[in-house]
């Protein structure tokens, strides 16, 4: 146990101080190959290698990859504005109508990418400046795009969640349908302070921030096509016509088509390098994840996680204490953590412990990604706040310094749905 935790600090701490994820868990199991030998005397040289190919041999991991390349497709080919004219035209009679355009149209789309810092990328490089034109502080309009991008991962479809389908053996369809009412809550409670900021601000004109390109039909045919991409995705997973992988794979045909007809990119440099983009990040995510299967079976042989479920059982008794010690420690590790390590990390840890606790493994799942994402938004890591800073110019550190409202306001939706079971539970409740 010891050795474990020792090995599980080294990684932390690489991680910390600026190593890649992906090496410092592989420099941990390389640290435990070789005290395991030093000390004991056992060769663990083919066995680590074994878990590490083992833990991305999976059918349901090729959604992965796919999700990427659809978020890319989406971004690239001018869905994301077509969405944003769209809400505007409905909003603009509101004060500071593209506070509200940003929420909402990160909840659409969370059904076209599954991915935070996408989601951030695209939404701050459409909106961030037309917000400052018409009244936000840059600080503020950055730190609510950084806020409503964490939307993505949770409403489906969900890189995080396919990526816990697969190790913890979960229905993904399940995990896609829990996340809907969560997602709608978190949208909600960045809407409260929406409402609360823009009553000073003037209300716009549509025309004014979005040009209208091509006729009123074109806008019409372009919004249509963007909206039947979820509809498509979450439609033939929930009724059966599809798999995850099945349908991330129609998302990204329809959105290919989508770029080469009426949305009109044509340029084979972008195409080249929206592919090139999606592999890079796809293959990053893939060979951390192996990484992660390595760390997991090493935890597990030191019997680590039956030390956390053995603190946690003193809770059992009391639920709601239960979950406020486990929220409370998740939105620590995201201060310092990004939320796919942490869960690549936690789930072969935590989850052979949910039914001695009483917890519902879709439940644990929802509450520990929208804890987790919280983390995206949260100094000093808040990888979305840098996504933001980057593509918009806003300078990051008065962006931090306004994020920790919507810190604070999704750590009231985390802990709702860590108390309120059936905020997440309901909608699967209806499927088979």
Not at 33 to 57: E, F, H, K, W
Not at 139 to 155: D, F, Q, S
Not at 270 to 285: D, K, P
Not at 374 to 399: R, Y
Request: glycine share 10%; hydrophobic share 60%.
């Amino acid at each position: 146990m010891t050795l474990a935790l020792f090995m599980f600090a080294v990684m932390v701490g690489l991680i910390i101080i600026g190593f890649d994820i992906t090496f410092a868990m592989v420099a941990a199991a390389l640290l435990y190959m070789g005290s395991t030998y030093y000390m004991d005397g056992v060769n663990l040289t083919t066995a680590i290698p074994q878990l590490m190919g083992d833990g991305i041999n999976d059918e349901l991991l090729l959604a992965v990859p796919l999700f990427v390349l659809l978020g890319s497709l989406m971004h690239v080919s001018g869905i994301t504005e077509a969405l944003m004219r769209a809400l505007l035209w409905g909003l603009q009679w509101l004060p500071g109508p593209l506070g509200y355009v940003n929420v909402i149209a990160n909840v659409i789309m969370s059904g076209m990418s599954g991915s935070a810092v996408a989601d951030a990328a695209a939404t701050s490089a459409v909106l961030i400046r037309p917000m400052i034109r018409t009244g936000y502080g840059g600080a503020e309009a950055g730190a609510l795009t950084a806020a409503a991008a964490t939307i993505g991962p949770i409403i489906p479809p969900s890189i995080p969640f396919v990526l816990i389908g697969g190790l913890a053996g979960i229905s993904i369809g399940k995990l896609f349908v829990a996340g809907v009412i969560p997602g709608l809550l978190m949208a909600g409670v960045l809407l409260v302070r929406v409402v609360i900021h823009s009553n000073w601000l003037p209300r716009v004109n549509v025309d004014d921030v979005f040009p209208q390109r091509g006729g009123g039909l074109v806008s019409a045919v372009r919004l249509m096509f963007a909206l039947a991409i979820p509809a498509v995705i979450l439609g033939s997973i929930v009724f059966g016509f599809a798999t995850v992988t099945e349908s991330a794979a129609f998302g990204c045909g329809l959105a290919a088509l989508g770029l080469v007809t009426i949305f009109g990119v044509r340029d084979p440099r972008v195409i080249f390098e929206t592919l090139r983009n999606s592999a890079m990040t796809a293959g990053a995510i893939l060979i951390a994840l192996a990484a992660s299967s390595a760390i997991g079976w090493i935890l597990a042989r030191e019997g680590f996680g039956a030390h956390i479920g053995q603190f946690l059982l003193r809770f059992a008794d009391q639920p709601l204490l239960l979950w406020f010690v486990i929220v409370t420690a998740l939105l620590v590790l995201g201060l310092a953590l990004e939320p796919i390590p942490v869960i690549l990390v936690l789930t072969p840890i935590m989850y052979p412990q949910l039914s001695g606790l009483h917890i519902d493994p879709i439940h644990f799942s929802v509450v520990m990604t929208v804890t987790l994402m919280i983390g995206l938004i949260s100094p000093p890591v808040g990888l979305n706040l840098f996504t933001v800073s980057v593509t918009s110019g806003v300078p990051l550190a008065p962006m931090m310094r306004a994020s920790w409202p919507y810190v604070g306001l999704l750590a009231i939706a985390a802990y709702l749905l860590a108390f309120f079971p059936a905020l997440t539970l309901w909608l699967p409740s209806f499927l088979q």
